[in-house]
């Protein structure tokens, strides 16, 4: 049947597409992840109470530390979907396996 070599490449443009997504996930993870315990406004060091006021919005301390701490959950997911996409590759290329 004319299907099966199609059906049989799917697994591998799948796990291409995770490690593409997977990759860009990482990379936002390492630009929004809490490497310190400081929370800026602008390169300003900001406490609980403050609010960062720029040209096209305002956000409180509380809302700027969250949305830095969400960078941890961008590294989970990007290092999940990296690790399964090389599992299904390497799966996929195995010796013997057409």
């Known amino acids: 049947m004319s299907s099966t070599p ?17 990759g860009l996930l990482l990379c936002g993870g390492l630009f929004r992840a809490p490497w310190s ?9 900001m406490k609980p109470g403050d609010r960062c006021i ?5 956000s409180t301390y509380e809302e700027r530390r969250e949305v830095r701490d969400n ?5 989970v997911a990007g290092g999940i ?3 399964g996409s090389l599992v ?4 996929r290329r195995r ?3 057409g």
């Open 81 to 83: 979907a990296v690790a």
């Open 37 to 45: 315990d400081e929370v800026d406004c602008g390169g300003r060091s």
């Open 6 to 22: 199609e059906r049989a490449a799917w697994p591998s443009v799948v796990a291409l597409i995770g490690l593409a997504v997977g």
């Open 88 to 91: 299904t590759l390497a799966a």
């Open 54 to 58: 720029s040209s096209n919005n305002s």
């Open 71 to 75: 960078g941890v959950w961008f590294l």
């Open 95 to 97: 010796p013997g396996q």
